[in-house]
């Protein structure tokens, strides 16, 4: 990208010289939408800057504090990059203001090397010593509350850079006479009323339900007199927009609901879906969850049996991963209400010190999560729990048994409240992008959190190995857990968990590729997905699951020998009839590899065949992923040429992935006339200018 002098003269004028020259501050309500756009251009001046363009990177770097002069981190970017430039004084007054907005963390001020024209300037010293000073973010004012409204607005909303959340606060009173526990509710609400008369159940005090979808699918919460709503100031409905709730940490345990999701564009999906194809919002979910956070979302045409490759029918189970971070409805709108009530009377159900001891651990969610689990009609004896039955992506609102559930909250003693499983991988194989599989970039790895890993299993190997711990886990009264690691979904067969400790605390886990299945025996929905489940026990209760999920692409049809050698893959786009891929986790391509080995299964290369008849294409690789343009005669690569694979858009569709021919040309040499493979005996660049 070419920027003009003129742009970037008025950039520098933007951000180098006093704030007062943005437009208007920002309201709290914006700051996340801007927030975003100023990380999409900080990661465009990093490609920059590592493609040797600095002028163009310092100019992304410049915007990014322009979009967002509320971000520290874009501040200290933006300070690296000025000192990278040569300007010693626009990084020195740039990192004083990055500090002043919150940056603080001196490791990476003291020794990141793009800071270096600076290190040695009077006054950088003082500078660490502020970063030193111990930081305490802004706090949210505390609003009372409306007649049991909580009422969101800049009066009591602040943006908190550090977890990329807007925070709320409330006044939290609880009142002398204290309002009906539940109306209505069969069995379960004379039970409730019962044991809030006796001072055994908490009540709804302290919990918030949050709709996210503007009034389209509300709980009835006249029902839960106790419980407050959240409502959103009318001036700020603009900049709070319906859908994934993915942007907001309200002061207080929170259920919530959105019953939308994204329809009638090439990108279709529900909102968790959309979730978790966004690393960003991911880590918004993940805080959600430790910090008393549970939304319901409906599947709509994400969990529906069939495979017609389009919105309008269904795909079976087309989520990429499990996790225990929200609960998702079977169906559309409205097919959130039976969790959203479940969820009501069980948070008033638990004893009032037990449920305190849970809030001030943050562990709401994960309780909540257990409970509803393991109380699934759908589970009839405990070992059930231990499998795919108790822990699909999407429930059924029919199968939620809510007298099961506030009996399992009431009885939760502060011994039997539940541990949590954290996981973190420890080791994993890794394919390369362009030899292992085709894309814009690496992808595989889909997300790493603390209660569910997700990965796409791109890479053409047949098995692929991943150490996982969980010694991470928590447990509120620390006592010693052992660990459960178990096939919720997936071919047995072709899985490996093998416990590395004798807790069960690591596993060395093996996958194998996995073709299209039935989610449960006999089950008309389908899935590509490979689902793990980990679960710790602490001597009174098992956590609810923490998810390990393998993700395999429907648009791709493998062969394999019986030696795990591939032989072809086929690909078919991705949104041909009965091959559907979320468009976010591949770009399509279609054409077909054949591959060739030695006798002794090393890896030669492959053909690549596109289209037929007179249009057919044929092109032959190396096992490098280089495009032969020199064969000797007996057909083995003299020459190979670097390819890059980049998406093309057009409007109003997909991209789609090409090939592109690099610069770069591979020379080969062989020892005698038995080596098929060959090595690389020259790289020939083109000249380049600085």
């Not at 802004?138 to 550090?162: C, L, M, Q, Y």
Request: charged share 25%.
């Amino acid at each position: 990208m070419r920027v003009s002098g003129c742009l970037l003269f008025s950039l520098v004028l933007l951000t180098s010289e006093a704030r007062s020259l943005v437009a208007d501050e920002p309201n709290v309500f914006q700051r996340p939408r801007l927030a975003e756009e100023s990380h999409a251009l900080q990661m465009r001046g990093v490609h920059l800057l590592r493609n040797g363009q600095l002028q163009p990177a310092l100019t992304a770097l410049q915007e990014a504090v322009y979009v967002a002069p509320f971000s520290a981190v874009a501040r200290y970017n933006l300070a690296c990059m000025y000192a990278k430039n040569g300007q010693a004084d626009d990084a020195f007054s740039t990192l004083k203001l990055a500090i002043e907005l919150g940056f603080h963390d001196v490791s990476v001020i003291m020794n990141d090397p793009d800071l270096d024209l600076i290190r040695d300037l009077p006054g950088f010293d003082e500078i660490v010593k502020d970063s030193k000073k111990p930081y305490e973010p802004r706090k949210s004012k505390a609003s009372p509350f409306d007649n049991g409204i909580a009422w969101v607005g800049p009066e009591n909303t602040i943006w908190d850079e550090t977890t990329h959340q807007l925070r709320t606060g409330f006044d939290w009173k609880k009142p002398d006479k204290p309002r009906s526990i539940i109306l209505e509710h069969g069995e379960v609400g004379k039970r409730l009323r019962k044991w809030f008369s006796e001072g055994t159940a908490a009540g709804n005090f302290g919990d918030l339900y949050d709709n996210f979808d503007h009034d389209h699918s509300n709980l009835k919460y006249s029902q839960f007199p106790q419980l407050h709503r959240i409502e959103y100031r009318p001036e700020i409905l603009a900049d709070v927009p319906q859908g994934l709730q993915n942007r907001l940490l309200h002061g207080g345990v929170v259920i919530g609901n959105s019953s939308t999701s994204l329809v009638d564009r090439p990108e279709w999906r529900s909102n968790p879906r959309l979730a978790y194809t966004m690393p960003s919002s991911m880590i918004a979910l993940t805080q959600q969850y430790f910090q008393n956070h549970l939304y319901v979302y409906p599947e709509h045409h994400d969990h529906d049996p069939g495979r017609t490759g389009n919105e309008s029918g269904g795909n079976g189970d087309v989520y990429p991963a499990n996790t225990p971070y929200l609960l998702i409805s079977q169906g559309s709108s409205y097919t959130d209400q039976p969790f959203l009530d479940a969820l009501a009377c069980t948070l008033s159900a638990f004893q009032p010190e037990v449920k305190k001891r849970i809030v001030d651990a943050g562990l709401i969610a994960p309780t909540l999560q257990q409970i509803f689990r393991a109380s699934y009609k759908l589970v009839k004896k405990p070992e059930d729990y231990f499998t795919g039955i108790a822990h699909p992506s999407v429930f059924e609102g029919s199968q939620i048994d809510s007298l099961k559930m506030v009996e399992a909250a009431h009885s939760m003693t502060d011994e039997s409240i539940p541990p949590v499983v954290r996981l973190r991988v420890e080791h994993q194989d890794r394919g390369i992008v362009g030899r292992d599989y085709f894309d814009v970039v690496d992808r595989e790895q889909l997300f790493d959190t603390p209660c569910a890993i997700a990965r796409i299993g791109r890479s053409l190997q047949y098995r692929r190995r991943m150490i996982v711990s969980a010694r991470d886990s928590i447990d509120v009264n620390q006592c010693p857990l052992k660990f459960r690691w178990v096939v919720l979904r997936g071919d047995e067969s072709l899985i490996t968990l093998n416990p590395l400790d004798d807790d069960g605390s690591r596993a060395d886990i093996t996958v194998a590729w996995h073709p299209r299945r039935e989610i449960q025996p006999n089950s008309p929905m389908e899935s590509n997905r490979v689902d793990i489940g980990v679960f710790a026990y602490n001597g009174e209760a098992w956590s609810a699951p923490s998810f390990i999920s393998w993700y395999f692409l429907d648009n791709e049809d493998r062969e394999y020998d019986n030696q795990g050698r591939l032989r072809s893959v086929t690909y078919h786009g991705g949104t041909d009839a009965g091959h559907y891929v979320d468009p976010f986790l591949q770009t399509p391509k279609t054409w077909k590899d054949d591959y060739r080995y030695t006798d002794d299964g090393r890896l030669i290369g492959w053909t690549r065949t596109r289209g037929t008849g007179p249009d057919q294409k044929i092109e032959k690789f190396t096992s490098d992923g280089g495009l032969v343009i020199e064969e000797d005669a007996e057909g083995r690569a003299l020459a190979a040429r670097s390819v890059h694979y980049l998406a093309h858009v057009e409007e109003k569709s997909l991209p789609k992935l090409i090939q592109q021919s690099g610069d770069e040309v591979w020379r080969y040499a062989y020892s005698d006339s038995n080596d098929k493979i060959g090595k690389i005996i020259s790289l020939e660049k083109p000249q380049t200018t600085k």
